[in-house]
């Protein structure tokens, strides 16, 4: 338990206080969004972002583990790569916009994000992932603030209602300021690409399941019910997902110390301090769908962010078991476990998502997360020979990131 009072922890406390802020300001958008314009575009946007996270996941992968991994001098070039094609997809993403909303945004908010990945990959190689945190809740918020102005400020001051189309457009404002920081950052860097195509297949495919494994079930519950069901999960998963977090949070702070033993787990978070964690976690998004329900105010909410609380357990476990894995360099296995938790993800939602509506949903999610659980597990603690690894990579992905 020494390890849970450490600056390893002090560190993912810090880290988790402005994921919190940002939770909670996601909250207030969500909120702002349902209230002006309604359950079922809240669900439209939610199908949005869930697409951008499958396409940013696969392209960002490799930049993101080499950045952990390789040398100063590929750091580099593979930061400018990666900030190159983020500027691709985000211009691209406002050329189709007008036309088609739902790939524009996705494709705005997914090269937005590559480059904002770009600019913070310095802090998150360094092992401060209050810092990267700290940044992703700045853009956030300036995000939020001003796009949530325009949705309560159109009516009185312009004359005409909001629209999704235009909240969505104010919503990107930050990343042009993003933009230039990461053309500022990668000034005078020649572009690299993160690693030889055997490598790059393979982290492509490894974030296309993880991105799949988050947010396929959201696009999925949207095509089988309608949007109005797909926003009631989507605020209960969005919410689980923010908590469960801090065990990306926790895990990053102890990759320097994971990377001189070899992956040795032993050198990572405690097994107690690990089950501490994620039961109290779990407990208060239990509470919080519990008061929801008695007071009645968003019951299909409420019941599945009742059912989401074990998989906030669980997922908190993945998080750190992942971590390990990474730095073990079991790719393989983490590719394997995460697909077939995926596959049984969707076929279970396919089942469940018409009886049971977000609930269905939200019981698909925890039984997969399970199966992933137990496989990481057991990959990261099987005899293997000890040796120094070639650097670490904590796992950050865009379906964990806020909206």
Same mark, same amino acid.
Request: neutral net charge; charged residues 5%; glycine residues 8%.
């Given at each position: 338990m020494r390890r849970l009072l450490g600056e390893n922890l002090l560190k993912a406390g810090i880290a988790a206080i402005w994921v919190a802020g940002g939770r909670f300001l996601g909250l207030a958008w969500t909120v702002a969004v349902i209230a002006t314009l309604g359950i079922s575009d809240y669900g439209l946007y939610a199908m949005a972002f869930s697409l951008s996270s499958l396409i940013a996941a696969p392209l960002d992968n490799a930049f993101h583990v080499r950045s952990m991994r390789e040398g100063e001098s590929r750091f580099a070039a593979e930061r400018t790569g990666r900030a190159l094609v983020g500027a691709v997809l985000l211009l691209a993403g406002l050329a189709v916009f007008g036309q088609f909303f739902v790939a524009g945004f996705a494709l705005a908010v997914a090269g937005g994000e590559m480059l904002f990945n770009a600019c913070k990959s310095r802090a998150l190689r360094d092992g401060h992932p209050n810092i990267v945190m700290r940044l992703d809740t700045v853009r956030q918020t300036a995000s939020i603030v001003v796009a949530s102005a325009y949705l309560f400020l159109s009516q009185p001051l312009l004359g005409s209602a909001p629209t999704l189309e235009t909240a969505c457009l104010v919503y990107l404002w930050p990343y042009a300021v993003v933009l230039v920081a990461a053309a500022v950052t990668t000034a005078g860097t020649r572009p690299g690409v993160p690693g030889k195509p055997r490598e790059l297949l393979l982290f492509f495919v490894d974030a296309l399941i993880i991105a799949l494994h988050m947010q396929g079930d959201i696009l999925l519950l949207g095509i089988l019910?309608?949007? +109005?069901?797909? =926003?009631?999960?989507?605020?209960?998963?969005?919410?689980?997902?923010?908590?469960?977090?801090?065990?990306?949070?926790?895990?990053? +702070?102890?990759? =320097?110390?994971?990377?001189e033993a070899g992956g040795n787990p032993a050198a990572g978070p405690g097994r107690k301090a690990t089950f501490a964690l994620s039961a109290g976690l779990a407990a208060l998004v239990f509470l919080a769908g519990l008061v929801l329900l008695l007071t009645g105010l968003a019951p299909q909410i409420a019941v599945a962010l009742m059912v989401l609380s074990l998989f906030v357990a669980v997922r908190f476990t993945s998080l750190v078991m992942t971590t390990i894995l990474y730095i073990q360099g079991q790719d393989r296995q983490r590719v394997a476990g995460g697909a077939v938790a995926a596959v049984l993800k969707l076929l279970l939602v396919a089942a469940l998502a018409v009886p049971l509506g977000a609930g269905g949903a939200a019981l698909a999610a925890v039984v997969a997360e399970i199966v992933q659980a137990a496989w990481y597990f057991r990959a990261a603690h099987r005899p293997r020979p000890v040796q120094a690894a070639p650097g670490g990579a904590a796992l950050q992905t865009i379906e964990e990131g806020s909206r």
């Open positions: 019910t309608d949007s +109005t069901i797909t =926003g009631y999960y989507s605020v209960a998963s969005v919410l689980a997902m923010a908590v469960a977090s801090v065990g990306q949070m926790y895990a990053q +702070t102890f990759h =320097g110390p994971l990377r």
